[in-house]
């Protein structure tokens, strides 16, 4: 009897520490999921393809930001929303600042003509990220349609200017437009 439970206590002691092993693994692994999945109890709810998305969406903003600056006479920046609020997807809403007069604000605020600048800020800094990230690969031609009749005359300048900008290192950039302003 001694030796039978002899040989039962140490089959015990050989399967809780595999239970401890396992539980370990356990832990280890929930904790991912829930990282993965924006179960973190206290943190605002993050799925992680949103993470991803606002990991690249920042870099690409960054680029925006300084187009759009250039464009705006240095009045407008373009920056994420840190908190919107919201459960789930939240985190790629935008915000302008106008250092014009210190304000942050929605870019659903923003006129015709400074939509159509921030909606080119971006388009472009897309392609600057693209170019940077993608191992050589180069956007050598690019085409703009863009609603470009929507712009004042100061606003269609500073556009333009940051279009031809873009033509540097032999770059084409073809542009859609019934403006007769860009004809000229």
Do not use: P
Request: hydrophobic share 35%; aromatic share 6%; proline share 0%.
């Amino acid at each position: 009897r001694i030796e039978s439970n002899t040989h039962a206590l140490k089959n015990i002691q050989a399967k809780v520490g595999d239970l401890d092993a396992l539980e370990k693994r356990y832990t280890w692994l929930k904790a991912l999921s829930n990282t993965a999945n924006g179960n973190i109890s206290g943190k605002e709810k993050v799925m992680l393809e949103t993470y991803i998305q606002t990991t690249y969406f920042d870099r690409i903003l960054r680029r925006a930001a300084a187009r759009l600056m250039q464009m705006s006479g240095g009045q407008y920046e373009l920056r994420r929303q840190v908190s919107s609020g919201k459960q789930g997807q939240s985190g790629l809403d935008l915000d302008v600042v106008d250092h014009y007069n210190g304000s942050l604000r929605s870019v659903k605020t923003l006129s015709g003509g400074e939509s159509f600048q921030a909606s080119l800020a971006l388009a472009l800094g897309l392609s600057d990220e693209i170019q940077c990230t993608s191992g050589g690969v180069q956007l050598d031609t690019m085409f703009v349609d863009e609603g470009f009749g929507s712009l004042d005359e100061e606003s269609l300048n500073q556009a333009m200017k940051a279009l031809l900008s873009l033509t540097d290192g032999n770059r084409i950039v073809g542009i859609i437009s019934h403006a007769s302003e860009l004809k000229s």
